[in-house]
C-alpha cells in the first residue's frame, strides 16, 4: 500500500484565494481526520470522518473551511478565501474502524498564504 | 472533552543518557495511548503505544509507562542517540475515536 497520499505537498497562495487540499487515505480504513500544525498551536485536529460522514467538526476554525469525503477514497479540505493566517502544515490521517489500530498521517501539505 | 498536556517542551542529553517524557490526561474514559515522532519536516509516525489495561510496554530502546489512577503516561528512551532528536508528541484517545495531542517534546541528544 502506497500510505495516505495528500497533494499538492506544498502550495504558495495569496490572501483571498481558494485552496483545495486533497487526501487518499489508506484502502480499507474507514476513519479520516484532518490536522493543522503550526509552531504556535502545535497539532490540531480540525475534522474527521467515519465511512465517508463528518462525525466532528468541532476544530474547523470558522466558516472559510470546509471540508468533504464524497467516497471512501477520496476528502477534501477548502479554504476560502484564504488569509495568512492560515499558513500551516496540514495533515491527513487515517486508521482502521476495528479495535484500536494504527493512525497513519500522510505527508502532509504545506500552505503558504501571502 | 479530553485535555493531553506534556512536559517538558524541551529536553537536551548527552548521547548515551536516558530521556523522559511525561503526560497527563484529564478524560478517564481515554483507553488507547500512542506516542509519536516527528523529524524536521516530515510526517508524525508511530513508535510506540499503549492500552489501559496493561501498564508498560517495551520495545528495544523505547518503554512506555501508564498510570490510569493518576491519569498519566510516559515514555522512557533509554541509550539516546543523535537520530532519536526529533520532536515527540503524546496522544490520548476515548470514546469519541479521536485522538487528541499533547503540545510535544523537542529531544536533543547531542554526541
Known amino acids: 500500500d502506497a500510505g495516505v497520499i495528500q497533494s499538492p505537498r506544498h502550495e504558495v497562495t495569496e490572501m483571498g484565494q481558494e485552496v483545495t487540499l486533497r487526501c487518499k487515505p489508506i484502502?480499507?480504513?474507514?476513519?479520516l481526520f484532518w490536522y493543522r500544525q503550526t509552531m504556535m498551536r502545535g497539532l490540531e485536529l480540525l475534522i474527521y470522518?467515519?465511512?465517508?460522514?463528518?462525525?466532528?467538526d468541532s476544530g474547523m476554525p470558522e466558516d472559510r473551511f470546509s471540508a468533504k469525503m464524497p467516497n471512501a477514497s477520496f476528502s477534501t479540505l477548502k479554504i476560502q478565501p484564504s488569509e495568512p493566517r492560515d499558513s500551516a502544515v496540514y495533515f491527513c490521517?487515517?486508521?482502521?474502524?476495528?479495535?484500536?489500530?494504527?493512525?497513519?498521517f500522510g505527508p502532509g501539505t504545506r500552505l503558504t498564504v501571502l | 472533552g479530553e485535555n493531553v498536556e506534556q512536559h517538558p517542551s524541551t529536553l537536551s542529553v548527552q548521547e548515551g543518557d536516558s530521556a523522559v517524557i511525561k503526560c497527563t490526561y484529564s478524560d478517564s474514559a481515554s483507553n488507547y495511548f500512542p506516542w509519536y515522532k516527528q523529524e524536521l519536516g516530515k510526517r508524525p509516525q508511530l513508535i510506540i503505544d499503549?492500552?489501559?489495561?496493561?501498564g508498560e510496554k517495551k520495545d528495544q530502546r523505547i518503554a512506555v509507562t501508564l498510570n490510569k489512577t493518576a491519569k498519566h503516561f510516559s515514555l522512557h528512551i533509554t541509550e539516546t542517540q543523535p537520530e532519536d532528536s526529533a520532536v515527540y508528541f503524546c496522544a490520548a484517545r476515548g470514546g469519541f475515536q479521536k485522538l487528541v495531542f499533547g503540545t510535544g517534546t523537542r529531544l536533543l541528544v547531542s554526541p
Open positions: 484502502s480499507g480504513h474507514d476513519y
Open positions: 499503549i492500552r489501559s489495561n496493561v
Open positions: 470522518f467515519n465511512n465517508n460522514v463528518p462525525i466532528d
Open positions: 490521517a487515517s486508521r482502521p474502524q476495528t479495535g484500536e489500530g494504527e493512525q497513519f
